[in-house]
């Protein structure tokens, strides 16, 4: 319950933009903040942007005013708008998404992840 897929990696020239997707399925109840985070190698995973699910929004100071992050509560998709991409936003980007999940008559709490996707930026 709560799986969680990311689409929309691939390969831009710097400048360039792609939108990432993350779709939740499952019996959900609620999603809470959603967030993307990205992992380049050698490096820790970082948190690249957040919101929560009354539409409030956090970045990373490397990616403000570059990214922007959306919801659609109703279809339990989060979104990763990134524009004027550089060569160090090369990474696997991840989503996470929290929240709970109904079966019967009970609600059970749910912390899931995506399986990752890669975007590269390179001329």
């Known amino acids: 319950q709560g799986q969680v897929v990311e689409s929309g990696g691939g390969l831009v020239q710097p400048g360039g933009s792609l939108r990432l997707s993350c779709s939740a399925s499952g019996n959900i109840f609620a999603i809470w903040t959603m967030g993307w985070y990205r992992q380049a190698p050698g490096n820790q995973r970082e948190l690249v942007a957040s919101i929560t699910s009354g539409g409030s929004t956090k970045y990373a100071d490397s990616v403000k005013g570059r990214f922007t992050i959306s919801r659609d509560n109703a279809k339990n998709t989060a979104y990763l708008q990134m524009n004027n991409l550089k060569p160090e936003d090369t990474a696997v980007y991840y989503c996470?998404?929290?929240?709970?999940?109904?079966?019967?008559?009970?609600?059970?709490?749910?912390?899931?992840w995506g399986q990752g996707t890669q975007v590269t930026v390179s001329s």
């Open positions: 996470n998404a929290p929240g709970e999940y109904y079966s019967g008559f009970s609600r059970y709490e749910f912390d899931s």
